[in-house]
């Protein structure tokens, strides 16, 4: 029995050292449940790339635009800051930050504005550290980084209490935290190394709701998009839908270039996903149908095709997330000493 054990242990670790090498495999059937008596699976994915790309997307760097492109002006862009879809959700957060949902970010760097150009190394909003953008406690680089595609324990882990979440998207949507066991369900943490988040998406064409992980894998219960859900509400907003879909060049009736453009449209960027890699759709040239990106790699505009790869890794789904609208700031009359005074209440509101 002890041998048996070993084996399995031996196993895991085995399975868990090739997860950069198994980007397009499903790691694991996590659930298996029936809805109008037809099978739904859920698939698995490490978005695990590193700090810079694997291969060469200068052919990608978009220098000009076109007239006709659609373009979101407010998203922020971003070095690679412990992670990549971390990083994307907090371009995505940071675009709400400066569009009028102001306490996403409230820290000190650029006069509490979400900054358009290296959001993660001026401000904590993917991931807080003491002594970094006015923190003097430990934050998540403090009690859960160690190097990139580390697999070691988290370093608070017997040495000191943890943080409790807040103020960065690393740390809801549970990047770079060994605190899951996604794989074998042995009750073996293998989740996740330093530099990964997990991902989940139907093997087919549907939406998939704000899924969040059974307890009996680890807690809290949290993954890629469920995680953006949880971050939005830490912050007093209140989020309308959150999904991830399959896209259409790999299911017919997935999400499409048409549900992209109407996205962007609707002022919603859309967090693009690659087999191990997210980043963030802000624009489109709808004749091309090309995708205008920041890829979560550095400061600048990229592009790609619909459905097509980047930096070696295929497009193969999206995630969008939904905030309920800001309320309009209101206008108080006050009348004193023979004058009437108009004042705007501002535009800092709170969503119950």
């Known amino acids: 029995m ?11 670790k085995r399975i868990v050292s090739e997860l950069p090498k198994l980007r397009l495999m499903v790691l694991s059937m996590i659930l298996c449940i029936s809805t ?3 099978a739904c699976i859920l698939e698995l994915y490490p978005m695990n790339s590193g700090p810079t790309p694997s291969m060469d ?5 978009v220098t000009t635009t076109s007239q006709s492109a ?4 407010n998203v922020p862009t971003s070095d690679w800051t412990y992670g990549c879809s971390n990083t994307a959700a907090g371009m995505i957060f940071g675009y ?7 306490d996403m970010y409230t820290g000190p760097a650029n006069g509490g504005l979400a900054p358009l150009t290296d959001l993660g190394n001026q401000t904590s909003l993917i991931a807080t550290r003491n002594g970094f953008d006015g923190r003097a406690v430990n934050g998540h680089v403090d009690d859960y980084w160690i190097s990139f595609n580390s697999s070691l324990p988290d370093p608070w882990e017997g040495n000191w209490s943890e943080h409790a979440w807040g103020d960065c ?17 042995d009750g073996i943490r293998d989740y996740s190394r330093d530099g990964i988040t997990a991902f989940f998406a139907y093997n087919d064409s549907r939406r998939l709701y704000d899924y969040t992980p059974p307890s009996s894998v680890g ?29 259409d060049t790999l299911f017919d009736g997935g999400f499409s270039f048409a549900d992209y453009m109407a996205e962007i449209d609707a002022g919603f960027p859309v967090m ?7 980043m963030v759709g802000v624009g489109y040239l709808e004749d091309m149908q090309t995708v205008y990106l920041h890829d979560s790699w550095g400061d600048y505009l990229a592009s790609m095709p619909w459905g097509g790869s980047y930096s070696g890794m295929d497009h193969i789904a999206v995630t969008a997330i939904h905030l309920n609208p800001i309320p309009e700031p209101t206008t108080v009359m006050i009348f004193c000493c023979g004058f009437v005074l108009l004042r705007s209440t501002g535009k800092r509101h709170r969503f119950a």
């Open 2 to 12: 002890k041998q048996k054990i070993k084996n399995q242990m031996l196993l895991k």
């Open 36 to 38: 109008n008596l037809q």
């Open 57 to 61: 997307i200068s052919n990608h760097i």
């Open 70 to 73: 659609i373009m979101l002006s």
């Open 96 to 102: 709400y930050d400066r569009i009028g949902y102001s």
């Open 169 to 185: 998207t690393s740390d809801f949507m549970g990047s770079n935290q060994l605190k899951w066991d996604f794989i074998g369900g």
């Open 219 to 247: 807690m809290p219960q949290t993954a890629l998009s469920h995680g953006m859900r949880l971050f939005a509400e830490s912050r007093g907003y209140s989020v309308i839908e959150n999904y991830t879909q399959k896209i």
């Open 272 to 278: 693009i996903q690659l087999a191990g890699h997210s």
